[in-house]
Nanobody, 118 residues
C-alpha cells in the first residue's frame, strides 16, 4: 500500500523557519516528480514546489527565494525548507505524486499544519 506521511509542521513566528518532511512507503520517489501543495484557511489548494525526476525544481511565486524542495532518494523522503515565513504561509501542507501537472497526482499524504503567527 502506498503511503505518504508528512511531518514537521507547527507554530512559528513571522520570519521564522520550518523544515517539512514527507516519507514514502510502497512507492519509489525517484520514479515520480514529487511536490508540495498547501491549502490555507478559506483558500483553494495551490501548488508550492516541485522536484522533477531530472533534478530540476520549480516554485510558485509565493515561495520563490524563501522555500527549497529537496529529495533524499535513499530515504524515500522529500523535504520542504521554509524560511522567512509570513502569516499568509499559514496552511495545511501536503505532499503529492506525481506533481507538477495540470491536476495533482493521485498519491497524497495526510498533511501537516503550518501556522505562522506571533
Amino acid at each position: 500500500q502506498v503511503r505518504l506521511v508528512e511531518s514537521g509542521g507547527g507554530l512559528v513566528p513571522p520570519g521564522g523557519s520550518l523544515n517539512l518532511s514527507c516519507a514514502g512507503s510502497g512507492i519509489i520517489f525517484s520514479y515520480y516528480a514529487m511536490g508540495w501543495y498547501r491549502q490555507g484557511p478559506g483558500k483553494q489548494r495551490e501548488l508550492v514546489a516541485v522536484a522533477n525526476t531530472g533534478g530540476a525544481t520549480n516554485y510558485a511565486d509565493s515561495g520563490k527565494g524563501r522555500f527549497t524542495i529537496s529529495t533524499d532518494k535513499s530515504k524515500n523522503t522529500i523535504y520542504l525548507h521554509m524560511n522567512s515565513l509570513k502569516p499568509e504561509d499559514t496552511a495545511v501542507y501536503s505532499c503529492n505524486a506525481p506533481a507538477g501537472g495540470t491536476n495533482p497526482g493521485f498519491y497524497w499524504g495526510q498533511g501537516t499544519q503550518v501556522t505562522v503567527s506571533s
